[in-house]
């Protein structure tokens, strides 16, 4: 009689299990690759926080500067308001080649007869969205008040936009404090949230545009200067479109000019020379009528030519001690005003 075999009570699942027995072989050779390449990835990315942490200042410039704010607050509050009014430069890379402070230190002293005394604060590619976190964090709220801050702007850098480095504001702008105002402007949702708290506990991974840029720059010839151009060009349309929608807004700037005044500092809007000619909205000139804010303008300076722009945007040593000099030349009253308000303070403390 013959032997009858049955059927598999289940094809789909004998199918199943005869996959398994040539998958589960290679599933245990491949995760030893896989745990590899994990720690590969962890390995690099630790390397690249321990050379961010320990040698960040000599891989860039402006990492180096972003780390010396608390440096240079510390320089402000060590000056002695009885040796001088005390000024703070905030800007950006125009305020860097611009300023010269001991050039406008001198000039201003010589034409008021009293000293004055200059630090700049001036972190690359900013505006006011990020100088306001560097003003709050690192002077108000540190109970540290120059008697002057000059703000050096060409264009729309003071009106309301988000800053373009919310990784660079967690890393050296900001603390737990800001995260209201953060979330009206540069942190947006989850993903936004996500990112900026891992900028704050990771130089590595707040820095990682500056990676992207230098890996980039070793195989793309001349990916730097082309991805500046494109980007700048991407903020200037967005900023456009924004003032086109809704008209230039400038709340962030009345924020920061009413902690100014409740710090006691004098604020002087200065507006710098550029090649391309720009003109003051009303939005701005209505804050400086409402404020106890100075517009100084300086967008013509007498002498200056297109040539002394090296780049076609910053001054070169000759334009930067033209625009010195005309800076302190047009804020020297400004700055006399504030020395005559101390002095008749410290008068009236003496006769109390």
């Given at each position: ?106 000039v201003c002293g010589n034409l008021f007869d009293s000293q004055v005394q200059a ?234």
């Amino acid at each position: 009689m013959a032997t009858v075999v049955p059927p598999a009570a289940n094809p789909e699942q004998a199918a199943s299990n005869q996959t398994d027995v040539w998958q589960n072989p290679h599933e245990k050779v491949r995760r030893p690759s896989e745990w590899f390449v994990v720690a590969m990835v962890v390995f690099v990315f630790l390397g690249m926080e321990l050379m961010f942490r320990v040698g960040g200042d000599r891989l860039s410039k402006d990492i180096a500067h972003l780390r010396s704010f608390p440096d240079i607050a510390s320089e402000v509050a060590a000056m002695n308001p009885e040796d001088g009014t005390r000024v703070l430069f905030l800007g950006n890379s125009l305020t860097r080649y611009g300023v010269d402070p001991q050039l406008y230190a001198e000039v201003c002293g010589n034409l008021f007869d009293s000293q004055v005394q200059a630090a700049k604060l001036n972190p690359d590619n900013t505006a006011l969205a990020d100088w306001f976190y560097a003003y709050r964090t690192h002077f108000s709220r540190a109970d540290i008040h120059p008697d002057v801050v000059v703000v050096g702007f060409e264009g729309g850098h003071l009106r309301d936009a988000p800053s373009s480095h919310p990784a660079r504001l967690a890393q050296y702008y900001t603390t737990y404090a800001d995260w209201a105002d953060l979330q009206r402007s540069e942190v947006n949702g989850f993903e936004d949230s996500a990112s900026f708290l891992l900028s704050r506990y990771s130089a590595a991974y707040g820095n990682r545009d500056r990676i992207q840029r230098r890996v980039l720059d070793s195989v793309i010839p001349d990916y730097r200067e082309g991805m500046d151009e494109l980007n700048a060009s991407l903020v200037a349309q967005t900023k456009e479109q924004i003032v086109e929608e809704t008209g230039p807004g400038y709340q962030r700037l009345l924020e920061f000019i009413a902690q100014a005044e409740q710090d006691g500092v004098q604020v002087i809007l200065a507006a710098m020379p550029v090649p391309q000619a720009y003109e003051f909205d009303a939005g701005l000139l209505e804050v400086v009528d409402s404020t106890s804010a100075v517009l100084v303008d300086c967008r013509n300076v007498p002498g200056m030519t297109e040539d002394m722009f090296f780049d076609g945007l910053h001054m070169d040593e000759r334009g930067q001690k033209l625009y010195s000099q005309t800076l302190a030349e047009r804020s020297a009253p400004v700055l006399r005003q504030v020395a005559d308000r101390h002095e008749a303070g410290r008068a009236d403390v003496a006769g109390h």
